[in-house]
């Protein structure tokens, strides 16, 4: 069992920048695969990135590649979302997920979720 807690988010203008950060439990951080999704009102959860275990792959939904770049530091079992040029259209909830495969987040879904953490940005 996998607990997460994400936090960063906030208000911010269009094409500011922000970090978000994903707490894990357990000791076995270290061997799940990690991702963020983001949902905004009145629409689906949509995949945003996600990191292997190693942090030796990733993959990017195109609408955030070259802007947003994730991390982790499996020593301190956090996740990290630096988000840059923000954009109106990003308002959303972003929610932070683990599983054991890397593909299975790749492919949009997740075994554990975080409650999730709120980014507004203003024009």
């Known amino acids: 069992q996998v607990q997460l807690v994400e936090s960063g988010g906030g208000l911010v203008q269009a094409g500011g920048s922000l970090r978000l950060s994903c707490a894990a439990s357990?000791?076995?951080?270290?061997?799940?695969?990690m991702g963020w999704f983001r949902q905004a009102p009145g629409q689906e959860r949509k995949f945003v990135v996600t990191?292997?275990?190693?942090?030796?792959?990733?993959a990017y939904a195109d609408s955030v590649k070259g802007r947003f770049t994730i991390s982790r530091d499996n020593a301190k079992n956090t996740v990290y979302l630096q988000m840059n040029s923000l954009k109106r259209e990003e308002t959303a909830v972003y929610y932070c997920?683990?599983?054991?495969?890397?593909?299975?987040?790749?492919?949009?879904?997740?075994?554990?979720w975080g409650q999730g953490t709120q980014v507004t940005v203003s024009s």
């Open positions: 997920a683990a599983s054991n495969d890397f593909l299975r987040i790749a492919a949009g879904t997740g075994d554990y």
């Open positions: 357990g000791r076995t951080f270290s061997s799940y695969a």
């Open positions: 990191i292997s275990w190693s942090g030796g792959s990733t």
